[in-house]
Each structure stands twice: as structure tokens, then as C-alpha cells.
């Protein structure tokens, strides 16, 4: 049975089900959804209705005396039936939150490692879930200037600097005769023919003039270039989790194996970064619930991510890992209006 199939009746029950046990994590009875929601028919006609929603794979039953409880399916149906509503929507307790949020990111524009820190711990206060900020991608922002530091004989520290104000500091291999006048001097060629350009298009711009330079340009040309391209090479890792602490109070995870499962997860950065891998920044908000995440670890969980942008470019994306039984309609007003103070702090 498709979630088209459903008749009007049957998806009031299905919503009821899965809003009761979002409220609170019990099976949920017929009786209580026909009290609570004030259904024309008897209990058992909608004890008839669950049972058919738990053969078509929405509910199941953990014990054969108990109500039943959502799955996977049941919240996509329930996420699908909020989603719109939910974006158009902001509380006045919202309203108030991203107030606050956007007078302290204001603030912090001229640091943004604390911008970023501050959205993400933000988020997970107002949610009490798991708040996640990917930050821009180094490739992807302009260069404003780079120094190149003698560090020993054959190392030397690059420090870049982007458009952002994000710093990277980074070790490379250098020739051992370069001397700090050189290095001075190849910064100033970088700024000078390269400040304002994104990381990207100067690798690729060095990567043809490093091919020019197997016909015209002699071998220490070549080290420099090749130097200069490692030193603007870097890989995704900046990533802020902020909430571990909310989480360890839900019901959710009071299984203690349970918890040390999230820890875990949530401390390896190569899990971090291939879940964001698949939520694509150039797509509007997405919600996963469970087994839709290509990424295994996380299936025990519901993803809500948007991405914040500059203007027009995405940057970034900030989101919220929680328990399946997640209060979604909250949560996707908060993370839509995060993402959006985000991008208004961004392009002032």
C-alpha cells in the first residue's frame, strides 16, 4: 500500500500515531488515538485501521497486547505531510531565538570560527538534539592572502588566509636553498595575481601554467609552482558538533550501549564528512529519517540539513541529528530559520 493508496481516515490515524508517540515514546493505543483526536468511529474500526497500517510496513507491534509505534515509513509520511507547512511556519518563541541568534552572529563576523561555533551550540540548545555545522569549503572561497614561513631547512608553514576570515595553517615540503626573501616573494606573487580568485580556479590556473612550464620555464619555476599547490590543497575537515550532553537525557538513548554507539559516531570526522558528502549543498532542506541514509552508521537517526549560503552560492550546511522520534515540525522551522540567519550574517 502506497502512501497515495491511503484513504483520508486512515492517514488522520497514521498522523495521530505517530504525533502521540513523538509526544511520548509508548505504544499507542486505538482508544487513546480515538479520545485524543475526537474520531466519529468506535475504537476498534481504528484498531482495524492500525492493524492494516502495520501490514502495509507504517506501524508495528512490539508485543502482541501493546499499541504500535511508527516506523521508518511512518514518519516519511508524517515529515511529507508537514514539511511545506513547517517552512512557511516561525512561533513567536522561534521568532525570538533567531533574534538572538543574528545579534550574536553579527558580532562574530570578524571571527568566524566563533560565528560558526556559536550557530551550532545555538541550535542544539533550542532543540536539545545534536546541532552540526559544516563549514564553507576552503576550494570554494576567495583568497585574500597567503605567507609562506621558513620553517626548517627543507619545510616550510604556509598560512591562508580566505575571504571568510578563516585561517589554515599548513606544513609543506620546500626545496632547502628557498630562503625567506624567497618565500616573501613568492607570497607577493600569489596575492598579486591571485587575491580575490577562489582556491579552485588558482590550482587550476597553476596546473596550465605548469604545463607551459615543461617547454619554456626552467625546474626551480616548477618546484615553486608545485609548492605553491600543495599549499592550497587542503581537505574538508572543519566540522562543529555541539549537544552530546542534550542527547544523553532523551528516552530515546537511555540504553547505555545505545549511547556509546552515538559517541562513537559522532566522533569519527570521516563519518561527519561522508554524511555531509550526501546532502547535497545545492538542494534546499532535506530530511532523512533511518534506513533512507546511504551512510549505515547513522540509521539510527533522523537528519534535518539546509544549507546556508552567500547571496546565491551555498557555502556550507548546518543540521540536526536526533532521534527518529524527533519533534519534526519544531525542528525544521529552527533549522530553516538557522540556515537563513546564516545566510543574511554572510552577505551583509
Known amino acids: 500500500m502506497r502512501d497515495t493508496m491511503l484513504d483520508e481516515r486512515t492517514k488522520r490515524v497514521l498522523y495521530a500515531v505517530v504525533e502521540s508517540y513523538i509526544e511520548k515514546p509508548e505504544p499507542v493505543g486505538s482508544r487513546y488515538i480515538m479520545k485524543k483526536y475526537g474520531f466519529d468511529v468506535c475504537s476498534a474500526t481504528?484498531?482495524?485501521?492500525?492493524?492494516?497500517?502495520?501490514?502495509?510496513?507504517?506501524?508495528?507491534?512490539?508485543?502482541t497486547s501493546a499499541g504500535r509505534v511508527p516506523t521508518d515509513r511512518a514518519y516519511r509520511f508524517y515529515v511529507d505531510y508537514i514539511f511545506h507547512k513547517a517552512l512557511l511556519s516561525q512561533s513567536q518563541e522561534i521568532k525570538k531565538i533567531i533574534e538572538s541568534l543574528t545579534k550574536k552572529l553579527r558580532k562574530l563576523r570578524n571571527n568566524m570560527d566563533s560565528l560558526f561555533l556559536e550557530a551550532t551550540q545555538s541550535l542544539s540548545q533550542a532543540t536539545r538534539y545534536l546541532g552540526l555545522t559544516l563549514l564553507p569549503a576552503t576550494e570554494k572561497t576567495a583568497l585574500h592572502r597567503v605567507d609562506f614561513i621558513k620553517f626548517k631547512e627543507d619545510l616550510v608553514i604556509a598560512v591562508v588566509v580566505n575571504d571568510k576570515g578563516i585561517v589554515k595553517n599548513k606544513i609543506i615540503k620546500a626545496y632547502p636553498e628557498i630562503t625567506q626573501k624567497d618565500l616573501n616573494s613568492?607570497?607577493?606573487?600569489?596575492?598579486?595575481?591571485?587575491?580575490?580568485?577562489?582556491?579552485?580556479?588558482i590550482r587550476v590556473d597553476m596546473m596550465i601554467r605548469l604545463k607551459k612550464e615543461k617547454l619554456f620555464w626552467d625546474k626551480l619555476i616548477s618546484k615553486i609552482l608545485k609548492m605553491c599547490q600543495e599549499a592550497l590543497n587542503f581537505s574538508r575537515e572543519d566540522v562543529y558538533v555541539s549537544g552530546f550532553y542534550h542527547i544523553m537525557h532523551l528516552p530515546d538513548f537511555s540504553d547505555i550501549e545505545k549511547l556509546r554507539e552515538v559517541a562513537k559516531t559522532i566522533q569519527d570526522r570521516h563519518l561527519l564528512l561522508k554524511l555531509f558528502e550526501n546532502i547535497s549543498e545545492d538542494e534546499?532542506?532535506?530530511?532523512?529519517?533511518?534506513?533512507?541514509?546511504?551512510?549505515?552508521?547513522?540509521?539510527?537517526?533522523?537528519?534535518?540539513?539546509?544549507?546556508?549560503?552567500?547571496?546565491?552560492?551555498?557555502?556550507?550546511v548546518i543540521a540536526l541529528v536526533g532521534p527518529k522520534r524527533m519533534n519534526y515540525q519544531r525542528a525544521i522551522m529552527l533549522v530553516n530559520a538557522f540556515a537563513r540567519s546564516l545566510t543574511r550574517t554572510l552577505s551583509d
Open 284 to 316: 534546499d532542506m532535506k530530511v532523512i529519517i533511518g534506513q533512507e541514509n546511504p551512510v549505515e552508521e547513522f540509521r539510527s537517526f533522523s537528519i534535518i540539513a539546509s544549507p546556508y549560503k552567500e547571496k546565491d552560492k551555498s557555502l556550507g
Open 186 to 201: 613568492l607570497a607577493d606573487f600569489v596575492n598579486q595575481n591571485y587575491h580575490g580568485k577562489t582556491i579552485d580556479e
Open 46 to 63: 481504528i484498531r482495524n485501521i492500525m492493524s492494516d497500517l502495520e501490514d502495509a510496513g507504517f506501524l508495528s507491534q512490539p508485543h
